[in-house]
């Protein structure tokens, strides 16, 4: 029987960021399920239109990596999102997907990142680790920087801020680029605070374009700059949810119950 998982990604155009986050999430799936063959797609057409014309990298949409999969023979698919929260990419690419349903024994879906309870619990674990000395420091906090939507999925940023207080952590905040909490809130927030530090983070699969040009860099609207204006000393970290093992194995755990739905 030939089976695979489809790993389904917004995508990037930086390669580096590509090959510590999407690259890394991909490998240990395929690490952890050998007999499973991994394949991949984007769903931004604007991150395939440009590896095509500028690199020459041509990567399936969903749409075409399903069809590939179905000429190819392949009986049982799963397909895992590396979507952070359930929002427009991860719905329209399940509305996709359901057109090959009858074209596969079966196929299944995993979750995206932040799904269940115990999904947030082990993100908050996960990303605060590597942190740990730093958040010990009462004139420092850590703000992760999300995507965000105009989706009513938007609220997972709100319900995991509200995780990292339950956890202990009073200096994380969470804001988005373009949702709410936007960095004009999160900075009002934390001029109440005794903070004079602020490490910037991406909440982001991988630290690629919002990272590299919304979060940090000299434009006047970056959050680094933004931040800066307002008196506290900001850094920045360049660390996609991807390169974090145990985020990955979040991931993992999510194709396996999607697996086993079809047992």
Known sequence: MKQGILVVSFGT???????KGIDSIEKTLMETFPDWEIRRAFTSGMVLKVLR???????????????????????????????VINGIENDEMIQ?????????????????????????????????????????????ALVFMGHG????ANAAYAALDYWFRAAGYSNIFVGTVEGSPDVGML????KKTSVKRVILA?????????????????????????????????????????????IRQLYVRHALEAIQKQS
């Not at 155009?13 to 090959?19: C, Q, T």
């Open 187 to 190: 900075i009002e927030q934390i």
């Open 96 to 140: 996709t997907a359901q057109m090959f349903q009858d074209r596969f024994e079966s196929l299944s879906f995993g979750a995206p990142l932040l799904t269940s309870t115990e999904d947030y619990q082990q993100v908050v674990g996960a990303v605060t680790e590597p942190f740990s000395q730093e958040l010990a420091k009462p004139d420092t």
């Open 202 to 246: 991406p909440f982001m699969v991988v630290a690629g374009d919002h990272a590299r040009n919304d979060m940090s860099g000299s434009s006047e609207d970056s959050w680094e700059s933004q931040f800066e204006r307002e008196g506290f000393s900001v850094d920045c970290v360049f660390k996609g949810l991807g390169e974090y093992p145990l």
């Open 149 to 152: 939507t105009s989706h009513h």
């Open 13 to 19: 155009s930086y390669e580096n960021a590509r090959k």
């Open 53 to 83: 014309e500028r690199d020459r990298i041509y990567i399936d949409n969903v749409r075409q990596a399903l069809e590939r999969l179905a000429e190819e023979g392949f009986q049982r698919v799963v397909i895992q999102p590396t979507h």
